[in-house]
Structures are given as C-alpha cells and as structure tokens.
C-alpha cells in the first residue's frame, strides 16, 4: 500500500487506541509483524502550544517508521499548526481524527461530530495538506448514526482537499464501540475514492483480518481491540494472507516474555508510579491468553516493582501450561 510517498510493507496495521497505543506497545506490534502504527488521539489545540503531556504522547521512534500521529480539532489553522508539530516530532504520516465518539469532543462540534459536515473536513484536511509535507490521512465512522451514511461524501471531499488515505472505522458515531461493524460500509467507501482505504471494527482473529479484505476490498484493515493482549495477530494474519497459513499460537512462555518487555517499557516510557497503575490492566489483557487467569488477576494487585512483576510473570507464564 502506497500512502503518498509512504510505502506501506503489508496491510495489517494497528488501530489508534487511546491509552493503549503507546511507545512501548507500539513498539512490540512492529516486532510482531504491524505494517503501519498509529499513536491514540491528541488534541490539536495541546499539540499546538506544545503542551508536555501532548509532546510526550508524541514521542516517536525511528523503529516504530512507519507510524502516524494523530489529531483531533475544528479549526483549519490550529490544525494545521498541530500538524505540522506532528511532522517535527518524526512522524511519517499525520492523521486526521473524524471519528471520536466521546461527548466532550462532540459537544465541541469536534471529532465524529464533524461526520455532518464533508465540507468542514475538506477545508481541514486541505489546510493541514498546506501545511506539512507528510502524507495527511483521516479516520472517520459511517456516519453520525446508521440512518446518515456521510463517510462516501466525507471522503470524497478529503481526497478532493489532498488526502492520502481514509480509515474507516465501520461504526457510526451513535454505535460507539457496540455491535457488529458494517464491514458491506468498507466496500461502499472504496468504490466511492480511489485513495487507498482502510477499515477496522469487528476483527478479532487472523481469519477476520483476511475476510475483511476479501470482502471488502479495502486496501488495508487496522486491528482495535483484537491485537490487546494478543499482538500476535499481526504476523499470523499476514502469514494467513500471504500463504493461506498461519503459524502456531505463542507458548505461554513467549507471551510472558512480550508482556515483560512492554511493561518494562512502559516503566522506561512512564516512570515506575504511572506504570505500577497501569500494571494490571496491561498485564491482564496477556493473561487472559494463559490459565489461571483468577490467580494471576489476584496476585497482580500485590505487585509494588518490576522485579516482584518479573517474579509473577516467570511463575504464570511458564511451559506446559496450554494457551487458551
Ligand atoms: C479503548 C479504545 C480507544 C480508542 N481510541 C481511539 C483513538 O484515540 N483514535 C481513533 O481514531 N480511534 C480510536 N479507537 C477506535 C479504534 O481505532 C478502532 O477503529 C476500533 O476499535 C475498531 O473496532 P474493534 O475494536 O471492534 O476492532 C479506540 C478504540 C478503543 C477500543
């Protein structure tokens, strides 16, 4: 896949997702085969007064290229601004965020809100264009709700302003996370542009990731909550794509070893206080892979440092015990 001058090595990508898409995790869904990577979404007025907290969700490494950073906003010009902070933080791609359900970002007529007005978007996304260098892409959802199908016209008003790709999260704003994705959407939005498109929602294995892009010929599919705790799925849908097979599933013992490098990589990323919160929710998603998930999930909450962590992880995480 081609996105401007970006070549993209295959079309299994990982799906921006707040609070979960980090450094550290990003890193590892590289190393297991993601082709394109994406940082959860920034606000663009943060970003573009340079705020801390927005500049370190903005930290990026050269082995993450090639990774997006994401923004969300109404105005042209801070946008365009944001964006091009975006570029000099070292990212390859910027994305246009179009979808966020969440209310305060709607209430401020910001992300999935801007669904109801294609225009808005291409005066955005055309101002953004002016102002980098980098591809600019979008992620948008099929509509406000499933009655307004607007993502065809969105995009098109987007390729029209000099977008590069569009990501169509198969939902509408109104569906939020719930309920099967409209994959037939996908199919609809890549007979109606003819930049690349890709499209997530409702993947959750590496047979779903292969039957997302025969049946909808998107060029590309971005996998959300399928790859949490099991950033596997990348190489196994290639594998599956590429040759009709897929490799073993992990052993207990190399899924350890994963979750331990993104949890000391989040203590690199984080520093230990934010990591020790973070501990059980990221490590849990691994767990549930293993048996004795109670247990772990138990003992995880006594946990006070890495080197207790290290103990917990060789302990549950050992040979013989099957994958579930
Ligand atoms: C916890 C969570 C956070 C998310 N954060 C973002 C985000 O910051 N930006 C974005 O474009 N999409 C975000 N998404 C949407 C995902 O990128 C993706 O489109 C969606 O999860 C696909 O559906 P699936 O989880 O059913 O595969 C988020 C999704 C989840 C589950």
Redesign the pocket.
Known sequence: MQLGRIRIAHPFAL???????NPPFRLLSRQLGAGLL?????DSADVAKRDRRALKLLDVSPGESPCAG?I?GVDPAEMAEAARVVEERGFAIV?L?F??PIRRLIQRGEGGALLGDPAAIGRIVAAVVRAVSIPVTL?I?TGPDESQETCGEVARAAEQSGAAAV?L???SVRQA?VGE?DWPAVARLKQAVSIPVLG?????SPADAVRFLRETGADGV?????C?GNPWIFKQSRELFQTGVASRDPTPTERGRALLQLVEGEFRYYGSTVALRRLARTSCYFAKFVPNFDTFKRSIHEVRDLAAFRRLVAEHFRPGSATG
């Open positions: 799906a921006p997702m707040e609070e979960h898409t994406c940082t959860e979404r920034i994401q969300s994305d965020n979808e966020c992620k959802r990501d999260h198969a939902r996370y994705a997530s929602g409702s993947v959750r971005a996998v959300g909550r399928g949490l």
